[in-house]
């Protein structure tokens, strides 16, 4: 059972939370032309980095997403952060 | 030692030492009475060549068949398996070992049923005993409402030319008396799909066997050798670096479920693949209790008991991405809670081992089967959970791709253009089972 | 009679005599017992068969290493299968049966199979029965093998929650050097926990007598008690079975058979293992024979049972103490003879019972042979944690290098065995001061020779691997230490391989020419010891698998005698009155058709959306455009995932320019939360823009149906129902509470939805019940609504919507070609595929008169080139009470443009034949919304 720290409520058992995609993906203007090859690679393609990565979850409990820094293959948590500065 | 080996049976080969290769029970009588002294090995451990026809990377199910198809369905023998540890060690060595093709979609049936029916043929294609049991699969149905979407299945399946029955809960008891039957229970048993023809296989057979058989073509199998990198000439693949150096070929297959992405970064294409932790776990031997493999759906548990009597248990994917081959607590207790919600006689029976491989998760849980985006670079990933049942056939086509160029009609849908299509095969979009 | 109970040695309850049965025979023990040392003392040696070759089996080791004495055990009317004998404490009353054998294992039957052992070499089952066809044999293997036996009755009635533990300093294993740890750590102020799995602490303490006076259980006692009273805690019968991830490790607490074992968890700062050491057996001819057991097993069924496991025992050990258990052993009255085990072969005499051992040409007689080629350290928890290994050439097996620096390993299990030695490393441990240098030990290698593999030399004991398997694996270049272990199945025994691995890579090593190091080793998995699948359950049982959502209303609904189903996740009423399913449903239609239906529409996700961009927010979660919804009005629409796809669909009401009520499908309204969430935090302003769910704060009565408006009018929410035209929303009260009503219908009858806070929940009901009775109206359950909703062509999505359905699937393509702003899944509309002519789209199917309705599930299907296509399905199908005929909805391909087109139909083997209709079938005008 793995603990990771909720930027708002601090360390909570694994269950709570929700791996919600990588970080650093922008959604594209849609009100502009978007190519096949752009959306696809917004919404389905994806780094998938062994070692540190870098990903967006999600504290189910509390609803907040924010950024977690972890290594993928020793599970380390190395920080979380909340997406908005004046929030943490 | 290695290269006495390469040296013995290169003499085998030439007929000079007598030395048994045709496995039947009659080759084990005469060896038992010679005490097992002249059985070959069962592959050689070459050292890797500078160039060959067609370079394999990943010695798992999928790359040893694709070589063996190479070698048997195209005459490609100059061809490398080249793996980075034991050949078979990745998700072929850790998986639940069910074989099935009870599939929805007509794409998705036309591949995994080629997968059963080259399965029904392999111990005797290759001379080597895979153990393919045909004991059946039953998808157990858990309301009146889930009877309706799985005569949506069975109607499908029987459509798409593929054996199906629908059982109502008095078949089900009858192949599978252990489960639980309690009317009260949380999840009742009102029936289940059953395909007959699935069930399940030995897994490290299946990489043994085909790893036995491409090397009797003359396939060049070399394990503990990991790639670094690919050789890329004017945005074209010409080879691979690997820790024993550099081997060159026009055309590089990657069959490397769980590090797919990884090899990815390194041949500079992109693919829509997550890797996840999938567990699996065996109790100790038992006599027979289970003659089918039963899969509960709202559980997301399912089991069969291997031939040596272990119940050989399995679920779904750990919720964390992961590229450790271990697996969490909280999955655990998921999955063996489920087990003995369908099976409470279950309850007293030890778990012996639990352990875990990485799985390629694609947006679909459909595989991906294609060219790379990079020139020279083949790709045969992404199958989930699933990828065990489809070594044959992801073999077969995976070959004819390299072997062409172009696909096989049957991994044409599979391409990963797909992705930019949107033309994707969800499978539990239309069957509700889970892959 | 071979072992046999002596003097007074031990840790038994000699005055409490308990009485069990073995293989049909009555047996008398001790309390403080284990079934193994009963047996042994009462002069039992053959405990079961082996797994493979049915040859007669004894105990090896004396605790959990021991790899062959596995029993059924029945108790108290449940069967325990696979159980140790060797761990399994003895219980009054208890019926033993050993295993893979019959009638018993003394006369097994089916030894004979040891005579065909030349032609089952490992892995022989690959080479053969591959003609004609696997599934001959499989059958007779599959019964062959197995070890213990289930019993199909259900025996899951014992409950065991998951626990969670707290400790700064978890020390486990109770031995000398646990013990000394668990003082020092105490007495240093941390919070310590001490864990051993025997049922008494002490661990080795009492085979190594120490010159103490009072003796070892003297000293464990003032350990214990010097450890509880610095406030530590100590659990017995306790085993560490895993280490995971984030520094997480999960005892098990054996509680004795009748009950299931309990799971703790735990996160200690700082874990200690001292686990110990097994020996691990000398490979000699027929060295698995009954009564060749491990030294520690001959030094510790004496030190703990008071069991003398032999009269005339020859040792064969490198182990420098040998000769302190040979004193021990001639102390108790046993003759010893301590013998080199280097000069092979070595061969063990007899077969049921030992006769002998012939070393060096020469035969000695004994009765037992105790064995020991060094001792294996315990790592698997170090290595759990990731923990790495060194081979140490002294001690001759792996011990622990670098790892975590919250975890050490100390005394037997750091292959440190000298006492004064062990107690420095456990102070040391326990104070987190600097490692101590290994202490020096060094033994003469004692492994396989793979130059002489005459005879038959056990390296696995359960699985019937021997040396000859290992040669074997070697010939065919199995040479991978996994490969090893796969093809021949060595380690793959219940032991895992404590007993038998070390020996499997040495032999292999020799065979390659290589060092013990370069062939490495296997993973160490959890768990450390089997444990019963019920552990891992915990409280995760019956209804709390998954625990239903409850009505406010269920009460009420009882009372009306209302049968009550599972709807996504809620338990609902699914109809009113008896248990005539078929009759209700159509009853309740007429009275919805002809009168009212009064529904609890509680279960309906209700989400509030506030704030100065809850408009924006609004227009970019729904397909529709929701940037012009005027405040008070309702509209339908449907939420996508990115993917384009149909998540939810659902109602829309606008309360102001700041506040928005979204009702969507109960089983949906976390996945739909979840979704707002995501889209809110990702793509606004989250100080603009809030969303609430409360679904679970308020209750909601529908009555729909032509006497609706009357029966509203009744109850008084609002002062005047005038002008309260369809998709319009008002507040008002009910009696003292806030309510507000939506003029929303899926039956397609004028119909309006009634909030209250839960509190005036079954107060509205009532009123609205008996507001009703004069009107014909009555209560309508699920199963109704579904019929009702059906007639009207109203999808239920994931019900009448696939996982690639498309609003403009389901007839709804306007926003796709007009919406100007961006919303979720919108580029996904334009896709190849979302373009494609033969998608699957929504319709109605009708059938001939008097033609029964078509099955759910069937398939709409055309032949092409000889070849059935699937080109769509059934997805709902009713007898309609209200139209007096079968109707149905289904899901086809090209379907919205073949309207009045006969289509066949496919279920289990039959067609017959259909015509594709719009998806309304009843009051196609929508005369009766507003009647």
């Known amino acids: 059972m793995q603990r990771f720290s909720c930027p708002f409520c601090g360390l909570r058992d694994e269950r709570e939370f929700h791996f919600a995609g990588e970080a650093g993906k922008t959604r594209p203007d849609t009100t502009q032309d978007v190519s096949d090859k752009e959306w696809a690679n917004y919404l389905f393609f994806c780094k998938n980095t062994k070692g540190p990565t870098r990903e967006i979850w999600v504290h189910t409990t509390c609803q907040e997403y924010f950024i977690m820094e972890r290594d993928s293959v020793t599970m380390e948590v190395l920080g979380t952060t909340a997406m908005r500065k004046d929030t943490a | ?435 | 009679m071979t072992g046999h109970r002596i003097g007074t040695r031990g840790l038994l309850d000699r005055s409490k005599t308990l009485s069990f049965r073995f293989d049909g025979k009555t047996y008398q023990g001790f309390q403080g017992d284990t079934v193994a040392s009963a047996l042994l003392a009462s002069g039992v040696r053959i405990f079961g068969r082996s797994f493979k070759y049915h040859r007669p089996r004894g105990v090896w080791g004396a605790w959990f290493d021991d790899p062959n004495a596995i029993v059924d055990i029945k108790h108290g009317g449940v069967h325990y299968p696979n159980c140790q004998a060797t761990m399994t404490q003895l219980v009054d009353g208890m019926e033993v049966r050993s295993v893979n054998a019959w009638p018993t294992a003394q006369k097994d039957l089916k030894g004979i199979l040891d005579l065909a052992q030349r032609f089952m070499p490992a892995g022989f089952y690959y080479k053969m029965f591959m003609w004609p066809d696997w599934h001959l044999f499989e059958p007779m293997i599959r019964k062959m093998a197995g070890i213990g036996t289930l019993s199909a009755d259900v025996q899951d009635d014992f409950e065991a929650a998951i626990l969670h533990e707290h400790c700064e300093t978890l020390v486990i294993g109770g031995g000398p050097a646990g013990l000394t740890a668990a003082r020092a750590a105490a007495k240093a102020g941390k919070s310590v926990l001490l864990i051993d799995d025997h049922p008494d602490f002490g661990g080795s303490s009492y085979r190594y007598p120490n010159d103490a006076a009072e003796g070892p259980s003297y000293w464990v006692a003032e350990q214990l008690s010097a450890i509880e009273d610095a406030g530590g805690r100590v659990l017995s019968s306790t085993t560490a079975i895993g280490v995971y991830d984030h520094q997480a490790v999960s005892i098990v607490t054996d509680r004795g058979l009748g009950t299931a074992p309990v799971v703790r968890k735990l996160r200690p700062d700082n874990v200690i293992v001292a686990t110990g050491a097994v020996d691990r057996p000398v490979t000699f001819s027929n060295n698995d024979r009954p009564g060749v057991m491990s030294l520690d097993a001959g030094a510790e069924f004496l030190a703990r049972f008071g069991v003398l496991v032999g009269q005339q025992i020859a040792i064969l050990s490198n182990r420098p103490d040998a000769h302190d258990v040979a004193a021990q052993l001639e102390n108790a009255g046993a003759k010893v003879d301590l013998l080199d085990p280097k000069s092979d072969p070595a061969k063990a005499i007899g077969y049921r019972n030992l006769k002998g051992v012939r070393v060096a040409g020469h035969t000695y007689p004994c009765d037992t042979i105790l064995a020991s080629a060094g001792l294996t350290p315990l790592v698997h928890l170090w290595r759990h944690a990731g923990g790495k290994l060194d081979w140490d050439e002294g001690r001759q097996t792996f011990v622990p290098s670098t790892g975590p620096d919250w975890m050490r390993v100390i005394g037997g299990a750091n292959g440190t065995y000298e006492r004064s030695a062990v107690e420095e490393e456990a102070r040391s441990a326990a104070l987190n001061t600097s490692r101590p240098e290994r202490h020096v030990y060094s033994i003469s290698p004692l492994l396989p020779n793979t130059k002489n593999t005459e005879g038959r030399q056990w390296i696995d004991f359960q699985h019937d691997v021997t040396l000859k398997d290992v040669a074997l694996a070697h010939r065919e270049n199995m040479v991978s230490v996994e490969h090893l272990k796969r093809y021949t199945t060595l380690g793959m025994a219940g032991d895992q391989g404590k007993t038998s691995n070390i020996a499997g890579l040495a032999a292999m090593a020799d065979l390659k020419g290589q060092r013990i190091p370069e062939v490495g080793t296997t993973t160490f998995r959890p768990p450390f010891v089997p444990v019963p699948l019920e552990a891992y359950r915990g409280a995760s049982r019956d209804t709390q698998v998954a625990p239903l959502k409850r009505l406010t209303l269920e009460p009420e609904h009882r009372a009306l005698g209302a049968a009550l189903g599972e709807y996504g996740g809620w338990l609902r009423p699914a109809w009113y009155g008896g248990d005539d399913e078929q009759s209700a449903v159509a009853s309740e239609c007429k009275i919805a058709r002809d009168a009212a239906a009064i529904m609890d529409g509680s279960a309906l996700g209700t989400i509030e959306v506030i704030g100065p961009d809850a408009r924006a927010f609004v227009n970019f979660v729904y397909y529709n455009t929701m940037s012009n919804l005027k405040p008070g009005r309702i509209r339908y629409g449907f939420m996508l995932t990115e993917s384009g796809l149909v998540f939810d669909d659902g109602v829309i009401a606008c309360v102001d320019e700041t506040r928005f009520i979204i009702s969507c499908s109960s089983s949906h309204a976390d996945a739909v939360m979840a979704h707002l969430e995501n889209w809110r935090q990702d793509s606004f302003d989250p100080d603009r823009v809030h969303i609430h769910d409360t679904t679970q704060n308020w209750s909601t009565v529908t009555i729909a149906g032509p006497k609706a408006r009357a029966i509203v009018d009744a109850l008084g929410v609002l002062d005047t129902l005038d002008d309260f035209a369809h998709m319009t929303l008002r507040f008002g009260a009910f009696e003292d509470v806030p309510a507000r009503v939506a003029r929303v219908s899926f039956t397609g009858d004028s119909s309006f939805e009634v909030s209250v806070p839960n509190s005036a929940a079954v107060r509205l009901w009532q009123r609205a019940i008996a507001a009703g009775k004069p009107h014909g109206a009555g209560p309508v359950g699920a199963e109704a609504l579904v019929v009702l909703r059906a007639e009207k062509g109203y999808i239920i999505v994931g019900k009448d919507t696939e996982g690639e359905t498309m609003p403009h699937d389901l007839g709804f393509g306007a926003p796709r070609l007009r919406k100007s702003a961006a919303f979720v899944g919108d580029r996904s509309l334009h896709t190849e595929n979302a373009n494609r002519e033969d998608r699957k789209q929504f319709v109605g199917l009708s059938v001939e008169d008097g033609e029964p309705k078509l099955p759910i599930g069937a398939h709409i299907v055309t032949v092409q080139n000889g070849e059935r296509r699937s080109l769509g399905y059934v997805t709902s199908s009713h007898d309609s009470p209200t139209l007096e005929r079968p109707i149905a909805l289904a899901l086809v391909s090209g379907g919205l443009g073949a309207m009045g087109q006969p289509v066949e139909i496919y279920h289990m083997g039959k067609t017959r034949r259909a015509t594709i209709t719009p998806s309304c079938a009843f009051d196609t005008e929508g005369a009766r919304i507003d009647a």
């Open chain 2, 1 to 435: 030692m290695t290269s006495t080996l390469a040296q013995k049976s290169a003499k085998a080969t030439q007929g000079e030492i007598d030395m048994t290769r045709h496995y039947s029970a009659f080759s084990v009588f005469r060896e038992g009475l010679k005490g097992h002294k002249g059985w070959a090995p069962l592959w050689r451990s070459p050292a890797p060549q500078d160039a060959y026809d067609v370079i394999v990377i990943g010695g798992g199910g999928h790359g040893l068949a694709t070589a063996y198809y190479l070698a048997k369905n195209h005459g490609i023998r100059k061809v490398a398996v080249i793996e980075k540890g034991w050949l078979g060690g990745g998700n072929t060595g850790r998986n639940t070992t069910v074989i099935r093709s009870n599939y929805f979609y007509p794409e998705s049936t036309r591949l995994y049923d080629l997968s059963v029916r080259l399965y029904e043929k392999l111990s005797r294609d290759i001379n080597y005993n895979v153990m393919f049991s045909q004991r059946g699969m039953m998808v157990l149905t858990h309301s009146e409402a889930e009877m309706e979407i799985a005569s949506r299945t069975v109607n499908a399946m029987q459509i798409n030319g593929v054996d199906a029955e629908l059982l109502d809960v008095k078949d089900v008891q009858k192949k599978a008396p252990i489960l639980n039957y309690r009317s009260d229970a949380r999840y009742p048993i009102h029936g289940a799909i059953f395909q007959g023809r699935g069930g399940t296989g030995r897994h490290d057979a299946v990489a043994w066997g085909y790893a036995r058989a491409a090397d009797q073509q003359g396939v060049d199998i070399i394990q503990n050798c990991e790639v670094t990198g690919f050789l890329i000439e004017g945005g074209v693949c010409k080879g691979v670096e690997t820790t024993l150096g550099k081997i060159r070929s026009d055309r590089v297959g990657v069959a490397v479920a769980g590090h797919s992405s990884v090899l990815a970064e390194m041949g500079g294409y992109n693919l829509p693949i997550n890797s996840y932790a999938l567990q699996a776990f065996v109790t100790e031997a038992v006599k027979p209790v289970m003659d089918t493999v039963a899969f509960s759906p709202m559980t997301g548990s399912y089991f069969s008991q291997s031939d040596k009597g272990g119940l050989v248990i399995g679920g779904g994917l750990d919720r964390i991405p992961s590229y450790a081959q271990r697996g969490n607590t909280p999955t655990q207790e998921t999955v063996l809670s489920g087990i003995i919600e369908m099976a409470p006689a279950l309850a007293k029976v030890k778990l012996l081992r639990h352990w875990a491989g990485n799985v390629d998760v694609s947006p679909d849980s459909s595989p991906l089967i294609g060219p790379s985006g990079t020139q020279g670079i083949y790709i045969n990933c992404g199958w989930g959970t699933g990828g065990f049942k489809a070594i044959p056939a992801g073999g077969y086509v995976f070959a004819h791709l390299l072997a062409t160029g172009n696909h096989h009609d049957i991994s044409r849908p599979f391409d990963p253009d797909r992705f930019r299509t949107g033309r994707l095969l969800d499978e539990a979009a239309g069957s509700g089972i889970a892959h």
